[in-house]
């Protein structure tokens, strides 16, 4: 059983950055993939970022690609989304989740196991 608990969500103007944290207890961290979601009011949720456990070949959203970046610390268990450029679209909950296995490129919600309680993100304009 992985623990997930996400910080760093808050409000910010546009144009600002926030880093999001998420922090993994109860498994092997670094054997899981570890994705960014969001989920905005009144909107379904979806994918930002992936990254594999050896932290090679992030890949992200179209919408966030060049602004968002995803990294990974297996010795702090630890998962980040360094979010720069935002604008009020960027507006949603924040979920980090894991998926079992060292590579994964999927998008799909369906496929991570572990979800975290998610933290807010409110983007001014």
């Known amino acids: 059983q992985v623990q997930l608990v996400e910080s760093g969500g808050g409000l910010v103007q546009a144009g600002g950055s926030l880093r999001l944290s998420c922090a993994a207890s109860g498994g092997t961290f670094s054997m899981y993939s570890m994705g960014w979601f969001r989920q905005a009011p009144g909107k379904e949720r979806e994918f930002v970022a992936i990254?594999?456990?050896?932290?090679?070949?992030?890949s992200y959203a179209d919408s966030v690609k060049g602004r968002f970046t995803i990294s990974r610390d297996n010795a702090k268990n630890t998962v980040y989304l360094q979010m720069n450029s935002l604008n009020a679209e960027d507006t949603a909950d924040y979920y980090c989740?894991?998926?079992?296995?060292?590579?994964?490129?999927?998008?799909?919600?369906?496929?991570?196991?572990?979800w975290g309680q998610g933290t807010q993100v409110t983007v001014s304009s």
């Open positions: 990254i594999s456990g050896s932290s090679r070949s992030p």
């Open positions: 989740a894991a998926k079992w296995g060292l590579v994964s490129t999927t998008t799909r919600a369906s496929d991570f196991r572990y």
